[in-house]
Nanobody
Framework: QVQLVESGGGLVQPGGSLRLSCEAS????????MGWYRQAPGKQRDRVAT???????NYADSVKGRFTISRDNAKNTVYLQMNSLKPEDTAVYYC??????????WGQGTQVTVSS
């Protein structure tokens, strides 16, 4: 079983920056895919960004050029650097990982609020 601990959320003004972190621990052999999703009140959970073990990344159109996903394989940690934040980025952000056996684990979520 894999446990995920997220950190880095908070309140920030429009145009500001935040960095989210998600560390995986537990019964891990290899993590193939790591990603961030977000869910705003009353809306579905949407993919924000994903990164494969190779370093290949994918981003939602709404965050391209503003967010950067990265990972440290030695630490089983994924990061999301969020710049030029907008009020519409306000949501609970969830970390998701997929291991080499295809098992999926989700973090508990961290709140990001962009408001003046």
């Amino acid at each position: 079983q894999v446990q995920l601990v997220e950190s880095g959320g908070g309140l920030v003004q429009p145009g500001g920056s935040l960095r989210l972190s998600c560390e995986a621990s537990g019964s891990i052999f290899r993590i193939d895919v790591m990603g961030w999703y977000r869910q705003a009140p009353g809306k579905q959970r949407d993919r924000v960004a994903t990164i494969f073990r190779s370093g290949t990344t994918n981003y939602a159109d709404s965050v391209k050029g503003r967010f950067t996903i990265s990972r440290d394989n030695a630490k089983n940690t994924v990061y999301l650097q969020m710049n030029s934040l907008k009020p519409e980025d306000t949501a609970v952000y969830y970390c998701k990982v997929v291991d080499n056996l295809g098992r999926i684990s989700w973090g508990q979520g961290t709140q990001v609020t962009v408001s003046s």
